[in-house]
T-cell receptor, first 107, second 112 residues
């Protein structure tokens, strides 16, 4: 089976940088995805890492280390609209989601 | 593109009643997924289809749950009989098999 661990909550101020870590255990691994979900909304795709290293998409970056079974999502120049839950998800034969990290951005 | 469409958006029913949730995937997507989200259990994969064929239903909680995909543009998730512990938000998602899944707006189900 799969298990994923990520922090439950993170709070930061506008303009700050937040890093959300995700460690996983899985049988079979293709890649690590990140999704954002605003309260009352649907998950939306942010990024996918299949290979080791850093992928940058605007203010958000995602990192993967396959040897360490570890990844992170980096949120830079935080804005109020970034307040949401962020899920890491392991892609094996299917997609398995972590419990989510609630990010609260304060003014 | 209208995105993934789900209906109804909200459903309130009484214990023992049959509930049918509907999903229209994005045209051209050949994978369809049903998820359930609760505070206690997070986001759980219930079942997924590829080219209308169920591939993995190991997440379906029990025989009260069933899902069908009669064609490429329609899928249903049925709960019969419903129980209060089935109360959750049910999401449908579709993809072409690459890395990004597109989620519908969800159906918020309340079983009294």
């Amino acid at each position: 089976g799969q298990s994923l661990e990520q922090p439950s909550e993170v709070t930061a101020v506008e303009g700050a940088i937040v890093q959300i870590n995700c460690t996983y255990q899985t049988s079979g691994f293709y890649g690590l995805s990140w999704y954002q979900q605003h309260d009352g909304g649907a998950p939306t795709f942010l990024s996918y890492n299949a290979l080791d290293g850093l992928e940058e998409t605007g203010r958000f970056s995602s990192f993967l280390s396959r040897s360490d079974s570890y990844g992170y999502l980096l949120l830079q120049e935080l804005q109020m609209k970034d307040s949401a839950s962020y899920f890491c998800a392991v892609k094996s034969d299917k997609l398995s989601f972590g419990a989510g990290t609630t990010v609260t951005v304060r003014a | 593109d209208a995105g993934v469409i789900q209906s109804p958006r909200h459903e309130v029913t009484e214990m023992g009643q049959e509930v049918t949730l509907r999903c229209k995937p994005i045209s051209g997507h050949d994978y369809l997924f049903w998820y359930r989200q609760t505070m206690m259990r997070g986001l759980e994969l219930l079942i997924y289809f590829n080219n209308n064929v169920p591939i993995d239903d190991s997440g379906m909680p029990e025989d009260r749950f069933s899902a069908k995909m009669p064609n490429a543009s329609f899928s249903t998730l049925k709960i019969q009989p419903s129980e209060p512990r089935d109360s959750a938000v049910y999401f449908c998602a579709s993809t072409t098999g690459v890395n990004e899944q597109f989620f519908g707006p969800g159906t918020r189900l309340t079983v009294l």
